[in-house]
């Protein structure tokens, strides 16, 4: 059985669910979301002084550095025991969006390996869900909300099924 017939047979089966953690929220609050406290802790100082100039200037990050950052917010997630991201968005319909994708990768030659690219970070959506005008909109802080999104989901998981 997988991992997810296991959690929907231990949700309907269980008669009640103990979660631990703390009784105030401020103590748990915003420990699923990659911060500027927590980008220094998993970037090199050259990606994380590149990453505040693109926030300060509302500036695209470099691409060169889009690769360390992409590493940085990739391992921290991982230590949050998160495999996948969703990039969830407002397009200007009045409705929601998302796409999931995951740290894995096939390389060419069928090699599995786990990867987040720059260009994950650094992209374009053409997908013309974002402007009347069908213009491209950047999504460069979408993936690292969508790794906290996931990262507070996984957690959500976690304790459900204890």
């Keep these: 059985m997988s991992l997810r017939f296991n959690a929907i047979n231990n949700l309907s089966t269980s ?3 103990n979660v631990e953690g703390s009784a105030k929220i401020t103590a748990i609050f915003n420990e699923h979301v990659f ?11 050259e990606a994380f ?6 926030i300060k200037t509302a500036q695209k990050i470099d691409r060169a550095m889009g690769h ?5 917010i990739r391992a921290w997630a991982e230590s949050k025991g998160v495999t996948h991201f969703t990039h969830w968005f407002q397009p200007l319909t009045g409705t929601t969006a ?5 740290f894995f990768t096939i ?3 069928g090699t599995p390996i ?3 690219e720059g260009d994950a970070l ?3 959506e053409p997908d013309a869900s974002s402007f009347p005008s069908g213009g491209l909109r950047a999504t460069v802080s979408a993936a690292t909300s969508a790794i906290a999104a996931a990262a507070s989901a996984r957690a959500a998981h976690a304790s459900s099924v204890r």
């Design 49 to 54: 002084k590149s990453l505040m100039s693109s």
């Design 98 to 102: 998302e796409k999931h994708d995951s």
């Design 107 to 109: 390389k060419s030659d």
């Design 68 to 72: 360390q950052i992409a590493n940085g």
């Design 114 to 116: 786990e990867q987040f």
């Design 15 to 17: 008669q009640e669910t």
């Design 122 to 124: 650094i992209q374009q």
């Design 35 to 45: 911060t500027l406290k927590t980008a220094r802790q998993f970037l090199s100082d």
